[in-house]
């Protein structure tokens, strides 16, 4: 039987892709599929926790037993996210955020024309990082999709968005990344490579990055 370690604690697990808007039927968006976030969300409430799982553009199926809250931009996943942050114990961030967004969102279809059409991008909030900054007691979990490099810019990301778990994805390998029922990942830490996993299931990805967390949290200060 699944030990029940997470009784009690507020898990908040974001999956999928952002889906950016161009008009009312077109949008920019990403490869995620969800299928990581969903696995973390199932395999968080098997231990017990309370999961609200806040997912973007998903073709993942519902897990049962789990709060799921849609939403579509970076700037709702933004919103949905910090207004349950205060309460969360631990935060989970699998989902593929867009780093860029039209700048004007048309309210009407754009029409064709014969001129080269240019589209203006700009930044989205980063929600890890706000997070970071924001953290007070949660244990923060971020992920890093890279295709070089892996440890350089993992153990980058978690200092500078200030996260306790960096799970390193190195989305060109096959097996590995978006869309794909399986992972390979490397978790690291403050103090660098903590384990590097085999080709495996998301869902048993899912599990050791679970028992890393309960692990970390059991031993952090106030826990
Ligand atoms: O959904 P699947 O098909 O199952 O695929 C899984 C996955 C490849 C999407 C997943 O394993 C993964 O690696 N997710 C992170 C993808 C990503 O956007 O990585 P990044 O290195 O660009 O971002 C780093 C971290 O910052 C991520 O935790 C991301 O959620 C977060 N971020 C990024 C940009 C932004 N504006 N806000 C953020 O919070």
Known sequence: AQSRELEGKK????????????????????????KMGFALAEAAANRGADVTLIAARTTAAPVAGVNTVHVESAEEMLEAVLERYESADLVIKAAAVADYRPVVKASTKIKKGNEKLVLELERTTDILQTLGERKKHQFLVGFAAETEQLAHYAMDKLRRKNCDLIVGNDVSQAGAGFNVDT?????????????????????????????????????????
């Open 183 to 223: 992972n390979i990942v490397q978790i690291f830490g403050e103090e660098g490579l903590v384990e590097s996993l085999p080709v495996l299931s998301k869902r048993e990805v899912a599990d050791r990055l679970l028992t890393q967390i309960v692990q970390r949290m059991k031993a952090a200060p106030g826990a």
């Open 11 to 34: 898990v908040l697990v974001t999956a999928g892709g952002t889906m950016e808007r161009l008009d009312p039927v077109r949008y920019l968006t990403n490869d995620s599929s969800g």
